[in-house]
């Protein structure tokens, strides 16, 4: 797989704007120079909970004995489990939220650095050298990055429906490339067996 390709598959799964009306309902009650710095923290540690599972997940696999195909075959239907919610979204009843400021969690994980985006590492790690997937996983997180640090913007300019189209038509790429991993996987196990 190529750099950009990489990085593009990692975009999509980190969902930056599908994610959008997330932020902004958990950062809501903020005012705005303080939201801005609690967007880019939380920006920062999912960062790098990527990176140390980008340079730990292929020792855990190791660990568990998992094979290639087999992580390509789930990691296929995790990426096409979650794309089927991108094209098909459920609408999700949110109680109000929080009075306290966001920590890590929900924001830097799991939605950034989400159980996807850890399962696209560990099978890009198994298919491309690490320097490369490490520069796409820079790539993908300084898109979303900026992408979330111009939210205000782009809802405005988008509005709800324009957000809704473009995740879902991130949500039809997806569905292509989760195919495409399936089969790698199937071949690979026709291979091995």
């Keep these: 797989m190529s750099l950009a390709s990489a990085a593009i598959l990692l975009f999509v799964v980190m969902d930056p704007l599908g994610n959008l009306p997330l932020f902004a309902a958990a950062l809501r009650e903020m005012p705005r120079p303080r939201r801005r710095r609690v967007l880019a923290r939380e920006l920062l540690i999912a960062l790098a909970v990527l990176a140390a599972f980008l340079l730990t997940g292929s020792y855990l696999l190791a660990t568990l004995k998992?094979?290639?195909?087999?992580?390509?075959?789930?990691?296929?239907?995790?990426?096409?489990?979650?794309?089927?919610?991108?094209?098909?979204?459920?609408?999700?009843?949110?109680?109000?939220?929080?009075?306290?400021?966001?920590?890590?969690?929900?924001?830097?994980?799991?939605?950034?650095?989400g159980p996807s985006a850890m399962t696209t590492l560990l099978i890009l790690s198994r298919t491309a050298p690490l320097p490369q997937v490490a520069a796409a996983l820079g790539l993908a997180?300084?898109?979303v990055a900026a992408i979330l640090m111009l939210s205000d913007v782009l809802q405005r300019l988008l509005g709800p429906r324009g957000l809704e189209a473009l995740e879902r038509l991130m949500g039809m790429l997806l569905i292509v490339l989760a195919v495409q991993m399936f089969l790698e996987g199937v071949k690979a196990f026709m291979m091995e067996a």
């Design 141 to 143: 997180w300084l898109a």
């Design 66 to 113: 998992i094979s290639p195909p087999a992580l390509y075959i789930s990691g296929g239907v995790i990426l096409f489990v979650i794309s089927i919610r991108m094209v098909f979204p459920i609408p999700s009843v949110q109680p109000g939220t929080p009075p306290r400021e966001p920590f890590i969690v929900p924001l830097a994980v799991p939605l950034i650095a």
